[in-house]
T-cell receptor
Framework: DAKTTQPTSMDCAEGRAANLPCNHSTISGNEYVYWYRQIHSQGPQYIIHGLKNNETNEMASLIITEDRKSSTLILPHATLRDTAVYYCIVRPSDSWGKLQFGAGTQVVVTP | EAGVTQFPSHSVIEKGQTVTLRCDPISGHDNLYWYRRVMGKEIKFLLHFVKESKQDESGMPNNRFLAERTGGTYSTLKVQPAELEDSGVYFC????????????FGPGTRLTVT
């Protein structure tokens, strides 16, 4: 499976948009980009996923570059409750579901 | 709808003892996954059940770990005998179907082996 690279940490001001980058330069044509997050002392939580088109749901937007070698998760209006570790994960379409977590990005939203 | 539940939330045992962790998936979810995060490391996949069958157990660290899912409902993960390096947080997740569907995680069981 393709590997992902994320910044170790980033800060974001409450109410502002948080833009979380992820590099996946070795991604294959059948691999999807997934985002999960883990709020302290909770289990990981699914956020969003996409293949090549941009996606949006009630939590976030996912922007995937045309060459699919990188993506950005956007939290449009960050709140203090968005403080968490965010994981960018690449999964093949024929996957049985195993998630391969990396180190993720620690996002701290400040007042 | 109840989420994935795990029991106990915390467990402290001595090296050499046995511990059994339980996971109750969301009702109707045939797919159940176990993951764990040991101290300072990333979350790692342990195994995947489809109903009562083990679909993938490639992440099980050794034969001290035994996972079961009798009847395709709840699952147990037994560690016998426990070692210090087994300390960490054990997560369970479930999904209605395998593949690209999102997984719903439980809150985890924190295991401390002393």
């Amino acid at each position: 499976d393709a590997k992902t690279t994320q910044p170790t940490s980033m800060d974001c001001a409450e109410g502002r948009a948080a833009n979380l980058p992820c590099n996946h330069s070795t991604i294959s044509g059948n691999e999807y980009v997934y985002w999960y997050r883990q709020i302290h002392s909770q289990g990981p939580q699914y956020i969003i996923h996409g293949l090549k088109n941009n996606e949006t749901n009630e939590m976030a937007s996912l922007i995937i570059t045309e060459d699919r070698k990188s993506s950005t998760l956007i939290l449009p209006h960050a709140t203090l409750r968005d403080t968490a570790v965010y994981y960018c994960i690449v999964r093949p379409s024929d996957s049985w579901g195993k998630l391969q977590f990396g180190a993720g990005t620690q996002v701290v939203v400040t007042p | 709808e109840a989420g994935v539940t795990q029991f106990p939330s915390h467990s402290v045992i001595e090296k050499g003892q046995t511990v059994t962790l339980r996971c109750d998936p969301i009702s109707g979810h045939d797919n159940l996954y176990w993951y764990r995060r040991v101290m300072g490391k990333e979350i790692k996949f342990l195994l995947h059940f489809v109903k009562e069958s083990k679909q993938d157990e490639s992440g099980m660290p050794n034969n001290r770990f035994l996972a079961e899912r009798t009847g395709g409902t709840y699952s147990t993960l037994k560690v016998q005998p426990a070692e210090l390096e087994d300390s960490g947080v054990y997560f369970c997740a479930s999904s209605p179907l395998a593949g690209l569907y999102e997984q719903y995680f439980g809150p985890g069981t924190r295991l401390t082996v002393t």
